[in-house]
Structures are given as C-alpha cells and as structure tokens.
C-alpha cells in the first residue's frame, strides 16, 4: 500500500479513534444479517444512531440482499483489519480506498478529493494548490499524527507554513454536527480551510454562514501526494460471492447512492481516481 493511500486511511481511521465504544459481534457471518464494521461517532460516515451516509447505504445495501444490519460498533486500529473483519467478527468495511490491500474491494461507490473551504462573501474563489493568494491568507488544515495531509504536504513544499492553523483530526468533530475547523472558517477567523471533500462538504452545508466548496486543482507537480480517491466497499479476502453480491448491487443502485451523498454533502468528482495497490 502507498504511503498516500495508507494516510487516508489514516484520516478515516483517527476520526474513529476518539469514540471508545466496542460492541462485540458474533464470529461467523449470521443468515439475514449484513454485518458491518463502523464506528458509532463519526458522521458524516456513520454514528450510532444510524445517521451517516455510510449507515444509509448500509441499509440500502441490506434491503437489497434480503437482510437486515447488524453492527460491529467498533474504535479502529492499527490491526483494525486483522481483527475485526478477518477475525470474521464482521463482514463488510463500508468506505476504503478502493485497491485498499488489506481487503478485498467492490467497485467505487464514489470518487471525492481534497477541497478548499471558504465564505461565499468573501469573494475568495480558490482552486489551485498554486495560487499564489495561499501565501498570506490563513489556513486551517486537518493533523494527523506526525503525517502530513496532502494540502499540507503541497504548502510546505511551497514553504507555505506560518499562516497554516492545524486541527487535531481525532478532536475536531466530536461535537455532533459540528467541525471546528469549518465552524472558524464560517465565523471569521481562518480564510479558508483545506479538508477531505466528504468533511469539507458535510460540515458546509452545517456551518453558521453560506460556505463554498470547491476541489483542490492544479496539484499534479505534487506527486507522490494524492488529491483524489475513489471510495469502495471492503470484504474478507477470498469472499468472492459477497463481493459479486455488493458489486451488482452498488451498479443497480448507482443513482439512488448519488442522491444519497449528494444530500450529505458529498463533493462528486466523475472522472476515476487512483486506487490503492
């Protein structure tokens, strides 16, 4: 796995790590139960209460196979993988880069990439990773551990550092319905904030003041550093009737899984993105 796709998953791995809850599963796939590894806190993914799109889809996915979810409530690791999905205490990942190479994955349900974040009123209008405005405006950007994310990765190229602000990724969100990262672009005190699309985009549409979302463009003279993902569903291994199964099911329902993310908020890029592997 690349370095970039594992800082992905790294990404959707410490926004689990702050929930704490583990609801143990049975360890054998179950009749009529579409077992799910997720986590209870955090949306826009999954939550509890079923709130998240990933949860959506689940369902969606559920019906179709004449079953009903079941939920392995889960804070994921660094062995998340080993033991849980191939511990065989779940059979399904609902969101992983799609060639993730731990797991087995369907065809993309979605493609999404890094976008800006910034008032509407501000008249900012930003796409590139190059303009030249990023110098001096004020920058919010997700930390994750000692890695840096892609924006972050592309300014300090740049030697864009003194005006960046960063957010503990594992923190931010866990205030339901609410990013603090996108919350102070809305109120004022960062011009802009460089984020994950499918956060970025969710926690817009929530924010106090009208917020634009646009993708982060002109980014190729950054390589190895990856902008853009396709996002899929993961099974064990080997589980070649389960993911024929999921297969047939994500093409079938393809515009009914647009609208799902489109009304959460999710940026959709058309265009296939790199896949890990």
């Known amino acids: 796995m690349s370095r970039t796709v594992d800082l992905l998953v790294s990404i959707l791995r410490m ?3 702050a929930a704490g809850v583990v609801c143990v599963a049975g360890t054998a796939r179950a009749d009529g139960a579409f077992r799910v590894c997720a986590n209870p806190n955090n949306l826009p993914f999954s939550n509890a209460e079923g709130e998240g799109f990933e949860n959506r889809l689940a369902e969606l996915v559920a ?3 004449h079953e009903t979810v079941a939920y392995l409530w889960t804070n994921e690791h660094e062995h998340f ?3 849980t999905l191939n511990a065989g205490k779940c059979d399904v990942l609902m969101g992983v880069p799609a060639g993730f190479d731990e797991v087995e994955t369907t065809v993309p349900y979605f493609t999404s990439g890094y976008v800006f974040v910034y008032r509407e009123d501000r008249g900012i209008h930003l796409s590139s990773m190059r303009d030249p405005r990023l110098r001096t405006l004020k920058i919010g950007v997700h930390l994750i551990g000692d890695d840096n ?3 972050m990765e592309a300014l300090a190229r740049q030697g864009i550092t003194q005006n960046i602000a960063g957010y503990m990724i594992y ?3 866990q205030v339901k319905g609410h990013s603090r990262l996108i919350d102070d672009v809305a109120n004022g005190k960062l011009d802009v904030a460089a984020v994950w699309g499918p956060l970025g ?7 106090a003041a009208p917020l634009k979302v646009s993708f982060v463009n002109d980014t190729a003279s950054f390589a190895p550093a990856v902008f853009q993902y396709s996002i899929a569903l993961g099974v064990r291994k ?9 297969n047939r099911i994500l ?5 009914a899984i647009r609208n799902l993310l489109r009304r959460y908020g999710v940026p959709l890029m058309d265009s296939p993105a790199r896949t890990a592997g």
């Open 15 to 17: 926004l689990a790590i």
């Open 63 to 65: 019906r179709d196979l």
């Open 81 to 83: 993988v080993r033991k």
């Open 149 to 151: 994310t892609p924006p």
């Open 171 to 173: 923190r931010d969100t």
């Open 201 to 207: 985009g969710y926690y817009a549409k929530k924010a």
């Open 238 to 246: 080997g589980d070649a009737t389960l993911k024929a199964q999921l």
């Open 251 to 255: 093409v079938q329902e393809r515009p």
